[in-house]
């Protein structure tokens, strides 16, 4: 969902420790439903890892190159 222009979202994950990441680079994979092609893009963003639950706020962002 997207919440005041950025991305939010709520993932499962394995795992029961407690994090708090602010991360710039990360990886993730996104999905085009117009096209229906999965690519792997920068995040930048904090991500909280909770028990059972990943919770990440931030930005997808394409690297241009010059």
Known sequence: MILFGR???IEY???VGL????????AVWIYDPST?????LP???TLISLPLCLIS???VYE???E
Do not use: T
């Open 7 to 9: 991305s939010l979202s």
């Open 13 to 15: 994950r394995l795992g």
């Open 19 to 26: 994090d708090l990441e602010f991360a710039d680079g990360r």
């Open 36 to 40: 229906g092609e999965m690519d792997a």
């Open 43 to 45: 995040f930048m963003g």
């Open 57 to 59: 706020y931030g930005r």
């Open 63 to 65: 690297e241009v190159d």
